[in-house]
């Protein structure tokens, strides 16, 4: 789903498999979405590292057979990202795996929700470009 129009705000949810086939096509439409919002192309390269990390994370929590539902927010220079999946009984993440390093060093906000039933990465990026 995509809304748009002056002034209004877009939403995008995508929902795949919860197989690393598919993080290609997850990488692909977050630099789609972040080049829309006029992003750097630096910023874009991070998102799709980050979207990478993020999506190994659920993906080693997701029950078989599930979907991976992933839910963008698109604001002006800001880009929110939420990657979820059912998990029967998650474990609680490992803050100090490199994993966790490379998405809280590449972005401006991460956290996880890790409860039972539902395991869930959350993600957002300012533009560089609005920091400066």
């Not at 002056?6 to 789609?32: F, H, I, K, N, Q």
């Amino acid at each position: 789903m995509i809304t748009s129009g002056v002034g209004a705000r877009s939403d995008v949810e995508l929902r795949l498999p919860a197989d690393g086939a598919y993080a290609a096509v997850l990488r692909t439409l977050t630099a789609g979405l972040a080049a829309r919002l006029d992003f750097t192309m630096d910023d874009i390269e991070d998102l799709r590292i980050a979207v990478s990390e993020a999506t190994a994370m659920v993906l080693d929590e997701a029950d078989s057979g599930t979907d991976l539902v992933c839910q963008f927010r698109l604001e002006p220079g800001e880009l929110r990202l939420e990657c979820s999946a059912a998990s029967e009984s998650p474990s609680t993440p490992d803050y100090d795996s490199f994993g966790w390093q490379v998405l809280t060093t590449l972005t401006t906000d991460a956290s996880v929700d890790a409860a039972p039933g539902h395991y869930a990465v959350r993600l957002a990026l300012r533009s560089s470009l609005d920091q400066q």
